[in-house]
């Protein structure tokens, strides 16, 4: 027998019985996000390598140690995509959409990709949902984003807390940051290795360390919030006044920075406790230069990400039930195969559920197979035509086999 191949680490088989609780949440994204105006957007899963270098920030962990990246075979570098915001402002670039009336407003669902050390709701591969809105610098925009992020988790029943916080406007960002790479340079024996490595790349990072040495610096360090100019403080109350208009809960963490680059003001983070230490759900912010570095006119822009795993971990709802079969064709005699598959396709044709014998099995255990489905009737085709067996009273009807579409469809439940 040859070894076994299983798949690559950090990789996941979606098996069938999860994939009602995937396409659940799917459908859940799709209505909340769809009646706020937003509309789905698919980009490529690997993109220009240079797009995340220069959107994501090449000081950042993600281009620095987590991206796979290849050549495409014709010297050209690529990226499998590991996260969604910069993607979706190419796009917007690409196809002109700074004509369209603004903002225009995006989400999306799919496969992700990092290398980084695979654990429990984080994987190598991994699926996302966000959305985008590009176009608009009114601090009703983020609310607008945060608002639809707790009403999705609310839907999935995902009981989460909210970290809200403002990195400011670039120009004080920059002038905060030479103050916070002075203080680390001054208690630099108390931080991690890996803190002090990137002290000149990202000195941010650092409020995100889990080294208690670090962690204990870091309680002490400047705060960027404090640093903000009073145009982004304004803009950040009226973003929580909002908030708070609508009842949603949110705390004020000025340790909060995100792992990007490009965020500026609003940033935000939902935690779930009942996923332990990695307790990030999803969460996003504003990016008001992102779209212009990627050689887009001036344009503003907020969004989110959640992770898929993360939040079926978290949800408290069940996964969807699979559909009921309406009809399952059994059959006396293999001779009968044929009509059975003209009869079961003419039932699906007519919007309901149904299986015909594929497998071989006795009469006795395809009777059994049709109530594991779960099935509503049976039809057994035989020599003297069909008999049509209601599963829920037990009675049962001779016909012609002809007759057996229509009288599944006369005696369909209602829903």
């Not at 002090?196 to 870091?218: C, S, W, Y």
């Not at 759900?281 to 992770?307: K, S």
Request: hydrophobic share 40%; charged share 25%; with cysteine.
């Amino acid at each position: 027998m040859s070894e076994r191949i299983q798949a690559p680490r950090g990789t996941f088989d979606v098996l069938p019985q999860e994939e009602a609780a995937r396409d659940g949440l799917a459908r859940a994204a799709q209505r909340i996000l769809g009646a706020a105006g937003y509309q789905r957007l698919e980009t490529p899963i690997f993109e220009a390598t240079e797009l995340f270098a220069r959107g994501v920030g090449e000081a950042t962990d993600i281009v620095r140690k987590e991206m796979y990246t290849f050549d495409d075979g014709g010297g050209r570098s690529v990226t499998l995509r590991p996260e969604g915001t910069a993607p979706v402002c190419r796009a917007y670039v690409e196809h002109g959409m700074h004509k369209l009336a603004q903002p225009v407003k995006l989400w999306y669902l799919g496969p992700f990709f990092r290398r980084e050390a695979p654990q429990k709701g984080r994987y190598r591969q991994f699926f996302q949902v966000g959305a985008e809105a590009l176009g608009s610098e009114d601090p009703a925009v983020d609310a607008e984003i945060i608002l639809l992020v707790a009403e999705l988790f609310e839907a999935l029943r995902i009981h989460t807390r909210l970290r809200l916080s403002s990195l400011g406007s670039p120009e004080a960002r920059a002038a905060y940051r030479e103050q916070l790479v002075a203080f680390l340079r001054a208690h630099s024996d108390a931080l991690s290795a890996d803190v002090r490595e990137r002290i000149e790349l990202n000195p941010l990072r650092a409020f995100d360390a889990k080294d208690r040495g670090t962690q204990a610096v870091m309680a002490e360090a400047p705060r960027l919030f404090g640093a903000i100019t009073p145009e982004d403080r304004e803009h950040f109350d009226t973003v929580t006044a909002m908030l708070d208009d609508a009842g949603l809960t949110w705390e004020r963490d000025e340790t909060l920075v995100r792992g990007l680059d490009y965020y500026t003001r609003t940033v935000f983070e939902f935690e779930s406790p009942d996923l332990g230490a990695q307790s990030g759900v999803g969460g996003g912010g504003r990016y008001d230069g992102l779209v212009e570095a990627l050689g887009g006119p001036a344009t503003p822009g907020v969004g989110f990400a959640a992770g898929i795993e993360r939040m079926l971990l978290a949800a408290a709802q069940q996964p969807d039930a699979p559909p009921d079969v309406d009809l399952y064709v059994a059959l006396a005699k293999p001779q009968y195969a044929r009509e059975g598959m003209r009869i079961a396709t003419e039932v699906r044709q007519a919007g309901l559920n149904a299986q015909v014998e594929l497998a071989g099995r006795s009469l006795k255990g395809q009777l059994k197979h049709a109530d594991r489905l779960h099935a509503r009737y049976v039809a057994i085709l035989g020599d003297e035509g069909a008999q049509l067996k209601d599963m829920d009273s037990g009675e049962q009807h001779e016909m012609e086999t002809g007759a057996v579409p229509a009288a599944v469809l006369r005696g369909e439940r209602p829903v």
